[in-house]
């Protein structure tokens, strides 16, 4: 079956460590996107990359890193750096630079401990 | 201002009655448009994309204003399942970045 999926589903992380959560499609999309998602609030864009070996910071990239080795994996970093990283945050891939529609995985729920 | 505005509602809908609701967006040069529906704790899940003419997925009709820069869903005869947060996306032209909206939520009530 294609599709998108994130590991872990939940992760706890104590102050001050740095945590990678997991993102891989085998949907062949191009682009891939982390969101992150506080309670009862919408969607923010973390990072966004559209081809191998490149990508661009969103509206909220402080504290946060990423990479893009292959096409398939686009993984997230939270480091120390970000103050309130307790969230939801979903990964997505579209096809086409977002001229297409985006397919997210199951999210990832972080929470410090 | 918000690159992406919707009214976060509630809205409250009895069973069998019909819903609309608005999403406005700034850049005039975004090309796609698209709703998602997120249940509570859950990834969002396209529901339907939004095209120039305006389209229809059974009970779901999307509309686009370009002129106005706004995009509708209107939910005829709402079920119970129709409760959850309904998303509004706008690719950010060029490059394609995609924006969310916060969300309205509906609430389908028996």
């Known amino acids: 079956d294609g599709g998108i999926t994130q590991s872990p589903k939940y992760l706890f992380r104590k102050e001050g460590q740095n945590v990678t959560l997991s993102c891989e499609q085998n949907?062949?999309?191009?682009?891939m996107y982390w969101y992150r998602q506080d309670p009862g609030q919408g969607l923010r864009l973390i990072y966004y990359?559209?081809?191998?070996?490149?990508?661009q910071k969103g509206d909220i990239a402080e504290g946060y890193s990423v990479s893009r080795e292959k096409k398939e994996s686009f993984p997230l970093t939270v480091t120390s750096a970000q103050k309130n990283p307790t969230a939801f945050y979903l990964c997505?891939?579209?096809?086409?630079?977002?001229?297409?529609?985006?397919?997210f995985g199951q999210g990832t729920r972080l929470t410090v401990v | 201002r918000k690159e992406v505005e919707q009214d976060p509602g509630p809205f409250n809908v009895p069973e069998g009655a019909t819903v609309a609701f608005n999403c406005t967006y700034s850049?005039?040069?975004?090309?796609?448009f698209f709703w998602y529906r997120q249940d509570c704790r859950k990834e969002p899940k396209l529901l339907m994309s939004?095209?120039?003419s305006g389209n229809e997925d059974g009970r779901f009709t999307a509309q686009l204003n370009r002129a106005s820069q706004y995009i509708s869903l209107l939910i005829r005869d709402s079920k119970l399942s129709d409760s959850a947060t309904y998303l509004c996306?706008?690719?950010?032209?060029?490059?394609?970045?995609?924006?969310f909206g916060a969300g309205t939520q509906v609430v389908v009530t028996p």
């Open positions: 850049n005039s040069a975004s090309q796609s």
């Open positions: 997505a891939s579209s096809m086409d630079r977002g001229n297409t529609e985006a397919f």
């Open positions: 990359s559209q081809i191998v070996n490149d990508f």
């Open positions: 939004v095209y120039s």
């Open positions: 996306v706008v690719n950010g032209g060029g490059w394609g970045k995609l924006q």
């Open positions: 949907l062949n999309h191009d682009a």
